[in-house]
């Protein structure tokens, strides 16, 4: 089995960041979705996978609790990450020219009333560290991105703005999937149990479900 970890985005996305700091020995594999960043794993390409599921402030992560059942792999570990969000700009460009700034939508999300602060447009893409390389490859100096000083450094742009995100601990969860199964290490601290289930669409379902808890 390869020794890569495979992840969602492009170089310097967050979680980028999240397989590094938590396997710093395996070669991160960017993959275009989160279909491709599982089915790395199972088809042997990456040995873990590393995947966001929610948010402190925006929530879970669209699709993925779909992707997860389909998926036929073993969460193996967690990871919690303070996420950062830089607010990128050519090398030059001045934070009150900026007309419009890209990113993925959950970040955008997380920056709301500060770029409603700036009189900015936000414009949606695919990953933070993607809207990075395509404002370096654009060349104007009123676009920004938000994406992390890990994608500044990558694709040589300037810290306009540090750490704008509208809340202090902005942190986002990440689970590890693998092929294989591994027993959980020995932990004393508090556990955190998710389901993923699916009801019929009738009256209370969701209360007859979750009433024993």
Avoid: W
Wanted: charge should be negative; glycine fraction near 8%; hydrophobic fraction near 45%.
């Amino acid at each position: 089995m390869s020794e890569r970890i495979s992840f969602q985005g492009e170089p310097g996305a967050n979680s980028h960041i999240a397989a590094h700091e938590a396997y710093p020995n395996l070669e991160p594999l960017p993959c275009a979705s989160f279909e491709d960043a599982f089915a790395a794993v199972s088809e042997g390409q990456a040995r873990y996978a590393m995947i966001p599921v929610e948010n402190s402030v925006a929530g879970r992560v669209a699709d993925v609790h779909t992707l997860i059942p389909e998926s036929g792999l073993y969460i193996v570990g967690e990871r919690f990450v303070p996420i950062r969000h830089q607010l990128l700009g050519l090398e030059g460009a001045k934070l009150n020219e900026l007309t419009h700034v890209r990113s993925h939508p959950q970040a955008l999300g997380q920056c709301r009333k500060q770029l409603r602060d700036l009189g900015v447009v936000a414009v949606k893409t695919a990953d933070t560290a993607g809207a990075a390389r395509e404002i370096a490859e654009l060349g104007d100096p009123k676009v920004g991105a938000l994406a992390s000083a890990l994608a500044a450094d990558i694709y040589g742009l300037q810290v306009l703005k540090p750490d704008i995100a509208d809340a202090v601990h902005n942190t986002t969860r990440f689970l590890v999937f693998s092929r294989e199964e591994q027993r959980a290490p020995a932990n004393n601290g508090p556990c955190m149990t998710s389901f993923v289930f699916r009801v019929r669409n009738v009256a209370a379902a969701l209360y007859k479900a979750l009433g024993g808890f």
